[in-house]
């Protein structure tokens, strides 16, 4: 995520007055810190982005976005919640990817009350 990226997002929850989830591929270097963590952390290390450009204290400032959902690591399915902001990945989906994980999917659940839940689907469960 570019800092171009993070003054858009800051510009817009600003604004915004309803709370949001935020998807994107490369995990941002919070999920570095993963101790406490629940589910499966196979890879060597998590692969973030190269630099912190300060999106996740922007997050935590505007208390707006409630969690952020990865992928890129093919070996982790993890969540971890940090600052009240739930770090997850999602499981991997498709069969051209490395890794023996059993492929699925993330479900995400928002209740009318805003509680939000997670919990991994897995192919031979569907």
Same mark, same amino acid.
Request: no cysteine; hydrophobic share 40%.
């Given at each position: 995520?570019?800092?171009?990226?993070?003054?858009?997002?800051?510009?817009? &929850?600003?604004?915004?007055?309803?709370?949001? &989830?935020? #998807?994107?591929?490369?995990?941002?270097?919070? #999920?570095?810190?993963?101790?406490?963590?629940?589910?499966?952390?196979?890879?060597?290390?998590?692969?973030?982005?190269?630099?912190?450009?300060?999106? #996740?204290?922007?997050?935590?400032?505007?208390?707006?976005?409630?969690?952020?959902?990865?992928?890129?690591?093919?070996?982790?399915?993890?969540?971890?919640?940090?600052?009240?902001?739930?770090?997850?990945?999602?499981?991997?989906?498709?069969?051209?990817?490395?890794?023996?994980?059993?492929?699925?999917?993330?479900?995400?659940?928002?209740?009318?009350?805003?509680?939000?839940?997670?919990?991994?689907?897995?192919?031979?469960? &569907?």
């Amino acid at each position: 995520m570019s800092t171009a990226q993070v003054e858009w997002y800051r510009d817009f &929850v600003e604004e915004d007055t309803v709370d949001s &989830v935020v #998807f994107m591929h490369i995990p941002l270097r919070q #999920f570095i810190d993963s101790e406490g963590y629940v589910g499966i952390f196979n890879e060597p290390m998590v692969y973030a982005q190269g630099v912190d450009t300060g999106f #996740f204290d922007a997050m935590v400032e505007f208390d707006r976005s409630k969690g952020v959902f990865v992928g890129h690591d093919h070996l982790n399915d993890f969540y971890v919640i940090q600052e009240g902001i739930w770090l997850v990945y999602g499981r991997a989906t498709g069969y051209n990817g490395y890794g023996n994980l059993e492929r699925g999917g993330r479900h995400i659940e928002i209740s009318s009350d805003s509680i939000m839940s997670t919990h991994v689907v897995l192919g031979s469960e &569907v």
